[in-house]
């Protein structure tokens, strides 16, 4: 029986976590958001009937390694390879006039393009749906998939657009006086997502918050 390969983000290098800063608090360890992960791409699989004509893509920066581990558990399962990529939305936000000047993002959209695909678009935190909204304006720009889904690994709520999570890794109910950020292992050393108090004036998705 062949092993099965570790997928990224599974273990933190067998090292224990860093406690969180003073005033947040863990919502989430790194085995929640593998379970969390895991369940999610059984959801996809199940939902596009075996995932055929699905491509995975991540908005930066921290979708962009949740797609990966999206794509590596659904070929544990099903054994197909799921093309994956990255969709950078800067140039697409509707905050571009009054937010500082942010670096450009990479978007890498896999061989066959996203013509005729289920295209599921992969973020680390669902808030007021602005940066969702931009990924759908930039996906028009590459093509026209036959559908575009959305998975995130958490749900904090207060939405400021009618958009809606079709894969949810963990609803999270939120005041707008606290802040969520989610780490992982490969931007920032380990998996956690942490609940603490609002940033002034940030709502970006630069650190691991989405706008």
Same mark, same amino acid.
């Given at each position: 029986?062949?092993?099965?390969?570790?997928?990224?983000?599974?273990?933190?290098?067998?090292?224990?976590?860093?406690?969180?800063?003073?005033?947040?608090?863990?919502?989430?360890?790194?085995?929640?958001?593998?379970?969390?992960?895991?369940?999610?791409?059984?959801?996809?699989?199940?939902?596009?009937?075996?995932?055929?004509?699905?491509?995975?893509?991540?908005?930066?920066?921290?979708?962009?390694?949740?797609?990966?581990?999206?794509?590596?558990?659904?070929?544990?399962?099903?054994?197909?390879?799921?093309?994956?990529?990255? +969709?950078?939305? &800067?140039?697409?936000? %509707?905050?571009?006039?009054?937010? /500082?000047? $942010?670096?450009?993002? !990479? *978007?890498?959209?896999?061989?066959?393009?996203?013509?005729?695909?289920?295209?599921?678009?992969?973020?680390?935190?669902?808030?007021?749906?602005?940066?969702?909204?931009?990924?759908?304006?930039?996906?028009?720009?590459?093509?026209?998939?036959?559908?575009?889904?959305?998975?995130?690994?958490?749900?904090?709520?207060?939405?400021?657009?009618?958009?809606?999570?079709?894969?949810?890794?963990?609803?999270?109910?939120?005041?707008?006086?606290?802040?969520?950020?989610?780490? +992982?292992?490969? &931007?920032?050393?380990? %998996?956690?997502?942490?609940?603490? /108090?609002? $940033?002034?004036?940030? !709502? *970006?998705?630069?650190?691991?918050?989405?706008?």
């Amino acid at each position: 029986m062949r092993a099965q390969k570790p997928t990224p983000g599974d273990t933190n290098g067998g090292a224990e976590p860093p406690e969180a800063p003073e005033g947040t608090r863990a919502v989430l360890d790194g085995s929640e958001i593998n379970r969390a992960l895991t369940r999610i791409a059984h959801e996809v699989l199940e939902r596009t009937k075996g995932g055929h004509r699905v491509t995975l893509l991540g908005i930066p920066s921290r979708g962009v390694p949740l797609a990966a581990r999206l794509a590596e558990r659904i070929e544990r399962v099903e054994n197909l390879a799921v093309p994956h990529g990255s +969709l950078d939305i &800067t140039m697409y936000r %509707d905050d571009l006039r009054t937010a /500082p000047p $942010r670096a450009l993002g !990479r *978007t890498e959209i896999p061989a066959g393009g996203l013509d005729d695909r289920v295209v599921v678009l992969i973020d680390d935190v669902l808030f007021s749906g602005r940066t969702v909204r931009a990924a759908l304006d930039a996906l028009n720009d590459l093509g026209r998939p036959r559908a575009v889904q959305l998975a995130v690994l958490v749900d904090r709520g207060h939405r400021e657009l009618p958009i809606r999570a079709d894969y949810v890794g963990k609803n999270l109910p939120t005041s707008l006086r606290e802040s969520v950020t989610v780490r +992982l292992a490969e &931007t920032d050393g380990h %998996d956690s997502v942490l609940l603490g /108090p609002a $940033r002034p004036q940030r !709502r *970006t998705g630069a650190e691991g918050e989405e706008s």
